[in-house]
Structure formats: C-alpha cells, structure tokens
C-alpha cells in the first residue's frame, strides 16, 4: 500500500480540536501524546453576547504530534510514503493507472483524500461531495496574548458575525490560541468576517485581559469546511473517496470513514473485485454509521442561516440553562436537544424538518 501526499508533512494543516464525544463515537482512542490542552466544554454565544454553557469535554491538539503518530501507524502496518502531487488516475481495465510527476503506480484500488478539493476524483468525472456550493470558507489565526490559551471552554458566536455557521475561540494552553471564522454562502475571501470578528473579540475580553489590545496574530490558515455539504458519488470502478473530499466533515468522523473506506478496499482487492459494485460497500456502511447524523446536522445549519441574529439571540436565551447533553446514544441526544430546542422556538423543529424533506 501507498500513501501519497503532496505536502506529507505539512506544517499549516488546519484541523487541530477534538471533542472526546465525537471521538468515542467514532472508535478513536485519544493518544496522550498530541494532546496539547484539556478543555472543559464550549460556550455557544449569541450575537448580544447572551452564552450556553454545554459540558463536553474537549482537546486542543498538537496538530504536527498527530501526524506523526497516525504516520507512525501507517509506516508500522507497512505502507509505503510517497511524496508528490497525484495529477490522474485513469481507469485502464480493472486497475487505475496514477501519475505522481514521472511516477507510474498501477494500483488496484486509488482512494482520494485530497480533502475539499477532492481534485482527483473530479478529474475522473465523480462529484463526491452533494452540496459543494456549501462548504464553509475558513480563516483561522494562531495567536499569543499571556494567559489567553488557559481558558477552560472553547467559545463559538454564531449569528451575523460569521453568517452560516461560526466564529470561533480555541484556547490552546498558556498563552496561545486560535481565532477563525467559518463563512458559508460568502465566497472563499472570508477576510472581511475575520476583521470584524477579532474588533468584536477584543471588545468581548477587554474586561478581561487589560492588554487585550497587544494580542499578536502569529499566523494565518485559510482552507475549505465541509461541514454541511453531504457525502455525493464517493464510488466508482477501481476508486473510492474519503474524508473532506467526500464531505465527511471533522478529524474524528474522518478518520472512522478512512477505516471503513480502507477495511473495504482491501477485502475487495483480496476477493480480485474491485467493481463500483464491490467497493459500494463502502457507502452502505457508511450510510448505516452516519447518514442521519450528517442530515440532521446540515439541516441545523440550514435553519441557523436562516435565522435573523434577534431569533439567535431568543433561541439562545431559551436555551441557557437547559440540559443539552446527555449521557445516552444519539439518537436519546438528538430527542433531548430537539426537545430543548422546541421548548425555547417551536418553528426551528419545524425548520429541521423542512431541511430534512429539502435535502
Ligand atoms: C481553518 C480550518 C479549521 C478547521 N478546524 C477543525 C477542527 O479544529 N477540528 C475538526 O475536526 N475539523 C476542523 N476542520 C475541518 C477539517 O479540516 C476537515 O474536515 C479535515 O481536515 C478533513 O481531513 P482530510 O484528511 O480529508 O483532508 P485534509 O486535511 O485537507 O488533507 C488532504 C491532504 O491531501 C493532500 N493532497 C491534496 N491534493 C493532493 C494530490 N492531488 N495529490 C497528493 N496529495 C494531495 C494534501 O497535501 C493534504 O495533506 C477545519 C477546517 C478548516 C478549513
């Protein structure tokens, strides 16, 4: 097996925050070693500044650490590294022939995880993600200020203030931490958002921090999130797609569609069947673990970005106080959270439901 990538260990990757939840759920043991900070849950702010508390656990994570150690596990079960762009992967027969600059590999089975861009599937006709247009564009800043990174809750605003899903506060520990916004339905320059989120930041903590006004911004990240865009066409003869570039969204549930997307190629090259077919597999597995979530979690954001920042501000209001997780499967979560939800702003179920039926 070979693992190719164009940028194999890149610096600059984004994603770097973990809830334990969503890593239980998806069957990730937490390593030690690439936790970089322990937070005690988010808060969930209105655009007036009215918050949520929800106590679920959280991690700041050492991005580069885990890298190493999930490369570490490839490299023990063998897998070959290859550094370099894939530019094709053309179906010849049963096999895809990939170029990797004056690299030929005739593989059995080529899966993309090139994330958001999903380029090599694209190239060979698939549309692997169902909603494109919804990918939230991203900026996020790595920042210093002393005492900033030892905040014990992630906070995320939502309203006007990054339109379509968050901005977001990702204390890092010390005096570290990161700022983003996540802007959907705006294009990919997401400048403008950041701007205005970091104004209205400073305002928010300056009772806290009396320099606030000497925060440094270290560096900056811009990328693709594809956290309401639904998995599309992630099969074909010979190929599958994973991860971002299939719009499974997040580290955690990522990685679980990598497993299953890996366990199912390999038995479907050891049987010699490598059809559509054979590897759809794949998509039911998928579909079973967690279509619904992904629904219900698009049609959320459907009814967040139809919402004025006043209904925001009520439905926070509503919420504040009441019980939002639980212990219990999903499904008793999602009845709990829908419940809470109703009780502060009938017409949201009805909004859900109407998403849900749009698709
Ligand atoms: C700013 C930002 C912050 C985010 N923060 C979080 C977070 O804190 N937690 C979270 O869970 N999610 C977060 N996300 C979402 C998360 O980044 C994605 O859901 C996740 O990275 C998808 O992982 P992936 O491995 O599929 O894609 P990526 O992480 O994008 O990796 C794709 C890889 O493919 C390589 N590649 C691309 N094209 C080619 C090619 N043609 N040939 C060879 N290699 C290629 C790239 O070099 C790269 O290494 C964030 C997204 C953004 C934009």
Redesign the pocket.
Known sequence: MIL?????R?AM??????FEGMARTAGINIDDSYIQNQLEGMQIISPSGLAVTIPAPGYFLDRRKLDDYYLRLAQDAGVAFLT????EAKLQGTRRVVW?GEERIDARVVID?????G??ACREGLEPMRHREDVAW???ADVELAGLGDEPLFQYWIGSISPGWKATF?PAGGDRATL?V?VRGHGQNVQPFFRGFLSRFKAFKSTQYRDMEKMKILSI??????IAVLPGEIVADSLMV????AGQ????Y?IRAGRICGSVAAQAAAKRDVSRRSLYRYVRLWNREFYWQYRMGRASLQTLSAMKDPEIDRLVRGLSGKRLISRGSFARKAVLAGAATALSRPRTVLDLARNLMRG
Do not use: H, K, Y
Not at 249 to 252: E, H, N, P, Q
């Open positions: 190719a990538d164009a940028d194999l890149g990757r984004p994603a770097n925050t973990l370099g762009s894939v530019q990797i995880a090139s994330g958001v861009a380029s090599i991203a900026m996020e990702s983003g996540f990240r811009r990328g693709g999130d594809p994973a991860g971002g570039a969204s997040g580290l955690a990522s």
